[in-house]
């Protein structure tokens, strides 16, 4: 008896003490904040999904302003412009209930200070936000980068953007986004999926459902080997070689396993024994498509990997009869007086621009055509003098509002914008100039400073700016809250070429690249 009541009271007396501490409430763990150019991001552990409202002090706790309340775990606090000078800001996160200024409130009190930032900054944010997409957001089971954010397929993972989510990853090890343990733990997990993943004559599939491991269809005939996207994909991949090869031992057996998977495959086959390349094959409806790649587009990169095989090359006389032989390739006219050497009218989407070169550093490659530099500097400046003019007279587009690339749309969905087309709807998307920053640093920056300081609470998540935006539509309709793999990689890894050149870099010391250029007729520095 004596027990049973020493237990029962030590019960009520720890009950007691945690009801005198904790009587109505739980006080979210985890809770930490981390503040940027313009806004503060507070995070903390919400996993039961409860209520908190959250409160904003300047003035050193003598007022406190409501912001939002929420049953998530993150917001992030838009003040729309660089101090001036450093500041502290106090946040309150709250159960409903309780004051703002109470006794109570101190418990669920972050202080952050917050200091006037700069250019820099604002690059490295937008960096390591955007980065997230491909560690935080990657699908957990094979690290490959999803497909998108807004996903209504299941669990859908792209092969094109897992090769620019490799170069991002990397950089953000580089940055200290995550650690260099964690990119190659994310990489290895992607390798392993490619490694066993059905593939096409050594080409991989547009996308894959991760969930079976199988070939998701792009379209129906699409099911099968896609060429330009193993290309993407590759790219990413041998950067990756480079940047593994001289770690330790497991580092240096994932760049050799690796070159096994950029050995097997098979660019020479998707020719059909033609002077073409052909984009898709498939074991159910074989070359149906019968897509030869044609450019100036996005598919440079493609021709340049099939030359540089080491196992499956192509002849020169197939970038020749193929590539190059195509109404889009040559282009010579003057836009605002701008000269585009290459390229279809205004230069066509931008993402043209930024694919191919994520590693290939188009700094001094050169060939009877073009100086690729020069030729993606025009083609960038053309679509901000578009946007300046702006002959459709759309609201918002300027010098700070300018890009147009393949992306959501508010209005119709995925589609390509360009200038000079129907498609051209008012609708920017940010990776369009920010990607461009190392063509275009002072007028990339005008873009994402105004894209940040003026509307971020709009257009800026959690994992960078989203996808598309038109000011023209009505509140609340104007942005595509969406994250595309595809448009995010660009951004990580651009930035990083501007401010570092690492990717080019890194891409560039493959020796079997140069002679691939060489074949091709290309001139460039090591």
Known sequence: MYKKTFIVSLLILILANAFATNPNYVVPSGMKGRAYPAHIELNWQNRTGFIYEIYRSTDKGKKFIKLTETNSDTYMDFFGQTLQKEQTYIYRILPKGIAPKSKDAVKFEIQIIVT????????DMTQAYTTRYFFDFAEPKTG?????????NGEIVTTGGTGFGIMALIAGAERNYLSRSNAYQTINKMVSFLENAERFHGAWSHWYDARSGKPFSFSKYDDGGDLVETAFLVQGLLTAREYFKSGNVEEHLLANRITQLWETVEWSWYTQGTDSLYWHWSKNYGFKMNHRIKGFDETLITYILAASSPTYPIERSVYENCYTNSSYFLNGKNYYGIKLDLGMEYGGPLFFTHY?????????LTDQYTN????????????????????????????????????DDPLVGYTSHHPGTNDENGTI?????????????????????NLYFNSGNKTFGKYGFYDAFNPGLVEGQQVVKSYLAIDQGPIAVMIENYRSGLLWKLF???????????KLGFKTTK
């Open 508 to 518: 560039m010391q493959n020796e079997e690249i140069h002679k691939g250029l060489e």
């Open 356 to 364: 191919s070169f994520l590693g290939l550093n188009p700094n001094e």
């Open 116 to 123: 006037p930032g700069n250019d820099d900054d604002l690059l």
């Open 144 to 152: 490959m980068a999803r497909e998108r954010s807004n996903e209504v």
């Open 372 to 407: 690729y530099f020069e030729r993606n500097r025009a083609h960038s400046l053309i679509h901000r003098a578009y946007a300046i003019d702006n002959p459709k007279k759309h609201i918002g587009l300027g010098e700070n509002l300018w890009g147009f690339t393949s992306s």
């Open 429 to 449: 998307s940010p990776t369009a100039a920010i990607s461009s920053i190392v063509y275009t640093p002072e007028e990339s920056m005008q873009v994402l400073k």
